[in-house]
């Protein structure tokens, strides 16, 4: 029973389990994720660590019910007998990094050893990085003509939306979840209509919500605006600047409101551009349709290719997860 129950498990459970098995075994450390989604992920970074010594589980932290997301996740994982070297958790930082020990839950997660955390929001954030965009769309329409600078525009988004995302962190800092909600500042970063003939036109729009909403704070808590500033002051030794603030505003607020809503006009054009192509070069209407066919059959569709994109193992943040991993086997 208690091996089915995998809220059971400890770190001394599995170590004695381990001495049943010959010496030359393995060592299996199971990994706690979040959700399905996560399994990938942590699968692709743990990976790098696995040798003749040592390997991974990354399994979800039930086994007899469908409960998920981060709590059940660090439920066994932070409890005093749950971690160790051979069970670790593995979550989305949320807010929790930024906190920097604010909050008990934020102190636990940064402070364990055996807690893994993607320093992001989220790991749809990476999957988000800006650097890795143009390869996301080429995937999706197999065409390679790059119509928008990726990094010059996630550099103007995050720049507009950083003064207002410090005091969504300050609210969350002093244990305030309700004058300024996380859901209320996504309310306000978000894009709206994206028209790829003028690009700039959907960051002016949301510079003007953006600003609007910063003068009513700056108005309503006068006295705090110093402590705002010195909160961006010390943020900067954790990875957030003017030019990154879309890595930590919440993962699917990024995803769905911001990339996807650039993306989805940018790719329908290059589907377009390739399409009129085959028409042109055809000799035939049946060599149009078949080569038309194939074109189809061959692209995937924007959201699968997001959730498949890797291209992000060059960002600094993902560079410092890994440096924890490595430190833990040291």
């Not at 988000?128 to 550099?155: I, Y």
């Amino acid at each position: 029973m208690a091996i089915r129950l995998r809220e059971n498990l400890s770190s001394e459970y599995l170590a004695a389990a381990h001495k049943l098995y010959p010496k030359k075994s393995r060592r299996k450390i199971i990994a706690y994720v979040e959700s399905y989604d996560d399994i990938s992920f942590w699968r692709s970074l743990l990976a790098d660590f696995e040798n003749e010594e040592r390997y991974f589980q990354i399994m979800l932290p039930s086994s007899n019910s469908l409960a998920k997301g981060k709590k059940m996740a660090l439920m066994s994982a932070l409890n005093s007998s749950g971690l160790g070297g051979n069970l670790i958790a593995c979550v989305d930082s949320d807010y929790d990094y930024l906190l920097q020990g604010a909050t008990h839950l934020s102190q636990r997660i940064n402070e364990s050893r055996y807690v893994f955390q993607t320093y992001t929001y989220a790991i749809e954030n990476y999957r988000c990085f800006a650097g890795s965009l143009h390869e996301v769309c080429v995937q999706s329409t197999l065409n390679d003509r790059q119509l928008v600078d990726f990094n010059e525009f996630m550099k103007q988004y995050s720049q507009i939306a950083y003064p207002l995302f410090l005091w969504s962190v300050y609210f969350q800092r002093k244990r305030d979840v309700s004058t300024f909600s996380i859901s209320e500042f996504c309310s306000y970063v978000g894009l709206h209509e994206v028209d790829i003939r003028d690009i700039n036109h959907c960051l002016q729009l949301l510079e003007r919500r953006v600003s609007k909403k910063l003068s009513e704070l700056e108005r309503e808590f006068t006295g705090s605006k110093a402590d705002v500033q010195s909160l961006g002051d010390e943020l900067v030794s954790l990875g957030l600047t003017p030019d990154t603030t879309y890595l930590f505003i919440q993962g699917h607020h990024i995803m769905d409101n911001v990339i996807v809503k650039l993306l989805n006009p940018i790719c329908t054009v290059l589907r377009r551009e390739r399409e009129t192509e085959i028409q042109s070069l055809a000799k035939t209407e049946e060599q149009y349709k078949n080569e038309l066919t194939c074109y189809q059959n061959s692209i995937c569709s924007l959201e699968v290719m997001l959730r498949k994109n890797i291209d992000y193992r060059e960002l600094y943040l993902y560079k410092k997860l890994q440096k924890k991993v490595e430190d833990f086997f040291q």
